[in-house]
């Protein structure tokens, strides 16, 4: 479909739909002048920004970038969203027009890389006449663009397969489907979990949770903000709590794999952390199922490592991570990080 494109020069959007996701080319005589998709949302604005431009994307600029990009998406333009957040970074001067196309171009990899994992769906070529009003930033070769994610894909694929036989663990880890209860599996367990909620009390007797939640305020104060941590580790969990002590956050710690999904429903979570692995469970692959159900498809959701490698960034990247972090963990970083993205 892409080489037809290409190949007739198309110039319009093309729109391709999904499983109810939505990916958005911008094309201009058969070359791409912007690539979105609706999974991408913020998260991977503020990633490849600070992943390019960690001098000149801080936190206050990420902040107010954020507030404007939601104006969009609120009117429910969010496959536009990202290039008028684009746009405000070169108007403020953050950006320059070169800069500005290595943002697209980075935007671009991760959505083209996406949509090549579709094998059905449908899609549409629009007449765009509104683009010529928008600043061309970057023509991109689609051919070399597809090209490029394909050699990615491949080199991190071969890199799974070639760590060294002490990084890997001598029994299997277990997918997510495999971690739900017997007789079960993680699309009913979503499905579940975001149909029920909180029960009601039966007879005045609240039910007895299956997870840890500790106030970081006292009784008088309500926190702001729910945050759910994923992790098997005690230490991990007490080091948290101690950050996070007389802050806005309520913290709930979820330590059993098999019902962390039914327990992240239950608490409604305003950030979840989730560490890359625990007992039988891969983080980056919970991390994707996550992103894929509509109640926490724009839930913040932190990563943590406990060794940060580039092999470990990309595929927090892929998986729709908002940050990726190393332990130990700063203090000072995890506060900045967190009240980013809460903003």
Not at 96 to 125: M, W
Not at 136 to 155: G, K, N, Y
Not at 156 to 173: D, N, Q
Request: aromatic share 8%; net charge neutral.
């Amino acid at each position: 479909m892409l080489a037809q494109l290409v190949g007739r020069q198309v110039s319009g959007e093309l729109l391709v739909v999904s499983n109810d996701v939505r990916w958005s080319l911008w094309l201009q005589r058969g070359k791409l002048l912007f690539a979105t998709s609706s999974q991408n949302g913020f998260d991977a604005l503020r990633f490849e920004g600070r992943q390019l431009f960690p001098e000149v994307i801080s936190d206050l600029v990420l902040a107010q970038l954020q507030l404007y990009h939601r104006q969009y998406t609120h009117q429910g333009d969010d496959l536009s969203a990202d290039y008028r957040a684009v746009r405000w970074l070169v108007d403020q001067g953050y950006l320059n027009f070169d800069q500005a196309g290595q943002l697209i171009r980075a935007l671009a990899v991760t959505t083209v890389t996406s949509l090549l994992r579709v094998d059905r769906g449908s899609y549409e070529v629009n007449n765009f006449s509104n683009i010529v009003d928008y600043p061309t930033f970057c023509s991109l070769d689609i051919r070399a663009l597809v090209e490029q994610c394909h050699q990615e894909t491949e080199a991190l694929s071969s890199k799974r397969s070639s760590a060294p036989k002490s990084e890997v663990s001598i029994a299997r880890p277990k997918t997510i489907e495999e971690l739900t209860t017997p007789g079960g599996d993680m699309k009913a367990l979503l499905q579940q979990a975001s149909a029920n909620t909180f029960e009601p009390a039966l007879n005045g007797i609240a039910p007895e949770p299956r997870f840890q939640a500790t106030s970081t305020l006292g009784s008088s104060v309500a926190p702001s903000y729910q945050l759910v941590c994923i992790d098997s580790d005690s230490q991990s969990l007490k080091d948290l709590r101690e950050f996070l002590e007389d802050t806005v956050f309520s913290i709930t710690s979820v330590d059993d794999v098999a019902t962390a999904v039914a327990d992240l429903a239950r608490c409604q979570p305003d950030l979840i952390m989730l560490t890359t692995a625990m007992g039988g469970l891969n983080g980056f692959d919970f991390c994707a199922h996550l992103r894929r159900h509509p109640q926490y498809k724009d839930v913040p959701i932190v990563l943590l490592a406990k060794k940060a490698n580039l092999i470990g960034q990309i595929r927090a990247k892929l998986c729709g991570a908002s940050f990726y972090l190393g332990k130990p963990i700063n203090r000072t970083q995890l506060m900045v990080k967190l009240f980013t993205l809460l903003v």
